[in-house]
């Protein structure tokens, strides 16, 4: 059974940087075609994708976002890391982490991350 | 932000059948690249319901059929029921963007 979890702060500050971990088991990010995503919602809004990284390190990142995003993993621990910095109140959302080879296949459950000073 | 257009809401009594379109461009579903859709029901994650266009993750009833046609792709869901209430969204990869980009969600009444 495939399950993946998003743990991290719930409230960050202004201008801080917050850091979400993805912890996963069912699969290996080591295993080709793989890879992990990181999608988030703004309440009452639609999905939005942030990153992905792949197997192979490959990673891609939102345009929009880019420069504040930065995704790595550990296959070893069977973690995904995203750090974005320079929170803001319009970051305010949940953030999900998903397995990905070409749709997302499973979810994690979410996690619900206000900025506010 | 450039993405793929749906319908804001769709509605349907029990047992009918509704259709929810999501339009892309030469970019993203025209230039070929397949489309996934996703159910998210009132307080929970999205899960997978349709991958590459028309295809159904183990577990997914029948009433729930994709199909993709140029730069468009559509949901179809027959049999309505209550349980199907939520939010639908279509996605697909962009190569002008580099990356992956969600519709903007279409919230399914059943009536």
């Known amino acids: 059974q495939i399950t993946l979890k998003e743990s991290g702060p719930t409230l960050v500050k202004p201008t801080q940087t917050l850091t979400l971990t993805c912890s996963f088991s069912g699969f290996s990010l080591t295993t080709r075609g793989l890879g992990v995503g990181w999608i988030r919602q703004a309440p009452g809004k639609a999905l939005e994708w942030l990153a992905l990284i792949y197997w192979d390190d490959d990673k891609r990142y939102s345009p929009f976002l880019k420069s504040r995003l930065t995704i790595t993993k550990d296959a070893s621990k069977n973690e995904v890391v995203l750090r974005m910095t320079n929170m803001d109140p319009v970051d305010t959302a949940t953030y999900y982490c998903?397995?990905?080879?070409?749709?997302?296949?499973?979810w994690g459950q979410g996690t619900m991350v206000t900025v506010s000073s | 932000q450039s993405g793929l257009t749906q319908p804001p809401s769709v509605s349907g009594a029990p047992g009918q059948r509704v259709t929810i379109y999501c339009t892309g461009s030469s970019s993203n579903i025209g230039t070929g690249y397949d489309v996934h859709w996703y159910q998210q029901l009132p307080g929970t994650a999205p899960k997978l319901l349709i991958y590459?266009?028309?295809n159904r993750p183990s577990g997914v009833p029948d009433r729930f059929s994709g199909s993709k046609s140029g730069a468009s792709a559509s949901l179809a869901i027959t049999g309505l029921q209550a349980e199907d209430e939520g939010d639908y969204y279509c996605q697909a990869y962009d190569i002008g963007l580099s990356g992956v980009i969600f519709g903007g969600g279409t919230k399914l009444t059943v009536l």
């Open positions: 998903a397995l990905t080879d070409e749709a997302f296949d499973v």
């Open positions: 590459d266009n028309s």
